[in-house]
């Protein structure tokens, strides 16, 4: 590989680890002021700079601040090494789990087609998937190593509530690589840039699976560990995974599941959303289905697309945090129920219809 191609490649790393890790700690600000806005309160606005308060935008930097120089406190019985590398585990688990989510289609630059994701690989959807199933380690290793039976029994609840959450969105999405016919995230995108109905309907995940896309949905918010899901942390009830941790490191747990609801919005707008894709944008500009046309600078087709999955993912953060903060806490027996009995059988449902369809009207796209 050369220097040129080395340097593409950590440019895409860089501006996806960049664009995750900071809008993950917007969302600290964001979950702050749609919660205040959906109360009729005000929200965060007290930390200011030179005067300056911005909606509270500084509240992100002075909870950092304020994490960094608390007492780092450590149980007398804990595991050091493994009570250490737990919150590092659930916070590189979420964030890698980003790479294989493609944001635009390919850019090109001085002769070459720079794919724009930063990693390609041909089982996508299988890398993301690994990566947020291991982070279960992570929250089974805080909750262990703590030596604290009520962080140890918050751990083994977020164990089972994300194993039978992901094996639900494995399920669910498997209709989907059965209409697109690839694991790769950017095959599977491309193909969502077909049309329906004469042309006129984009043939977006969300309308050949609706069923798959509620399911994933719910699912994934159930994979975050956030209300109506949140019986790993019961914050009413104090016995969280992370109840022993303190300053930077229980930062980090909640950055994790901030980066998580970072990642399944990105699954869910690549998957059923059509991902970078604008309806009738084509490579060289907009080609509508009566026959007019609107020829761009492929730069600017470039931006629109980026410009189009920032804010799809974007309104599926802010979905995400109108259920967190609209729906009570499920019990956990509840939620069991609902992963085992209710989405896993539906998912498989999914799967024996779509392959019915498939088998009488066409083979996958």
Not at 231 to 257: C, H, L, Q, R, T
């Amino acid at each position: 590989m050369s220097a040129t191609d080395l340097g593409i490649a950590f440019g895409r790393v860089a501006f996806v680890m960049l664009f995750v890790l900071n809008l993950g700690g917007l969302l600290t600000w964001v979950e702050r002021k749609q919660s205040a806005i959906m109360q009729d309160r005000i929200g965060a606005n007290r930390a200011s700079i030179l005067g300056l308060r911005l909606l509270g935008l500084f509240h992100p930097l002075a909870d950092a601040i304020k994490m960094l120089t608390k007492e780092d406190f450590r149980p007398a019985r804990a595991d050091r090494f493994l009570f250490g590398l737990a919150p590092f585990v659930s916070v590189f688990c979420a964030l890698v789990a980003f790479a294989a989510i493609p944001f635009g289609d390919v850019l090109r630059v001085a002769g070459r087609e720079v794919p724009l994701q930063a990693v390609t690989l041909n089982v996508g959807i299988l890398y993301v998937f690994a990566m947020l199933s291991l982070g279960v380690y992570g929250v089974m290793m805080a909750g262990w190593s703590s030596a604290n039976n009520f962080a140890l029994l918050g751990g083994q609840r977020a164990a089972a509530l994300m194993i039978s959450a992901e094996i639900a969105i494995g399920a669910s999405i498997m209709g989907v690589v059965m209409i697109y016919g690839s694991l790769n995230m950017q095959d599977i995108v491309r193909g969502q840039g077909d049309y329906l109905l004469w042309g006129w309907l984009p043939k977006w995940g969300i309308v050949t699976q609706l069923p798959a896309f509620v399911i994933f949905l719910t699912a994934g918010i159930a994979a975050t560990k956030r209300i109506p899901f949140d019986m790993p942390e019961g914050e009413s009830e104090i016995i969280g995974y992370f109840v022993e941790y303190s300053g930077m490191k229980f930062g980090m747990f909640a950055m994790a599941d901030f980066l998580e609801t970072v990642v399944i919005a990105g699954m869910t707008t690549s998957l059923f959303l059509g991902g970078w894709q604008v309806p009738y944008l084509a490579a060289d500009g907009f080609r509508f289905p009566w026959g007019g046309a609107v020829l761009l600078p492929h730069l600017l087709v470039v931006l629109l697309q980026v410009g189009a999955f920032v804010v799809k993912v974007c309104a599926m953060i802010f979905f995400m945090m109108l259920v967190r903060w609209t729906l009570p806490r499920f019990r956990y027996d509840q939620a069991m129920r609902l992963g085992w009995l209710g989405l896993f059988p539906l998912s498989i449902l999914n799967i024996v219809v779509t392959g019915l369809g498939l088998l009488l009207f066409g083979e996958p796209a």
